[in-house]
């Protein structure tokens, strides 16, 4: 069902898929306007323009792991450009990809920070992700985000909107 103040083609639909010891994608994070349930195993989650969205999959074979990623997106709006991003329709702009267990783990460590400190992961500043993409690249340790640096995200948001 889509929520009424969205019209279908302007959302960023995410097919999650669960198959148990095999398969799993899920949303880390993210506000879904609209959900539809396809069979046991797989949804899609619908996103509104301008979302902040951590999707993560995970795979494994008869020896072990063979995929760990985390992508964190901003859904895009109508007419703009994006990346494409698999099970992603129709894709997002990438503010973080990830691959690899150890680099996902550091993310998923870096999300729960966020929201340690009282801060919703998908209101964060997107250029927070940006930052902790292109540190875990450099191997180095991301800064964590802090009350002050969302405060002035906050006040860029009023003043761009």
């Known amino acids: 069902m889509i929520a009424p103040r969205f019209h279908q083609e302007t959302l960023t639909h995410i097919e999650l898929i669960w198959v148990e ?12 306007v609209a959900e539809q349930i396809l069979d046991r195993r ?10 902040v969205v951590a999707y ?3 795979a494994s074979g008869d020896f072990g792991t063979i995929i760990s ?3 964190i997106l901003r ?12 099970y992603v ?7 973080l990809r990830v691959s690899g267990w150890p680099r996902v783990e550091r993310v998923l460590q870096a999300i729960d920070t966020v929201e340690r400190i ?7 500043c997107p250029d927070y992700w940006r930052h902790v993409h292109n540190r875990l690249a450099a191997g180095e340790t991301p800064r964590p985000y802090s009350r002050e640096k969302h405060r002035a995200w ?3 948001k009023k003043i761009d909107a």
Do not use: N
């Open 21 to 32: 010891q095999r398969i799993e994608h899920w949303i880390r994070f993210g506000r879904d």
């Open 42 to 51: 797989r949804r899609i989650l619908s996103f509104a323009p301008d979302s």
């Open 56 to 58: 993560v999959r995970w």
């Open 69 to 71: 990623r985390i992508d």
């Open 75 to 86: 859904t895009v709006r109508r007419g703009e450009g994006f990346s494409s991003v698999p």
């Open 89 to 95: 329709r129709p894709g997002g702009e990438i503010l």
């Open 118 to 124: 009282g801060i919703d992961a998908a209101d964060a």
């Open 154 to 156: 906050l006040l860029r």
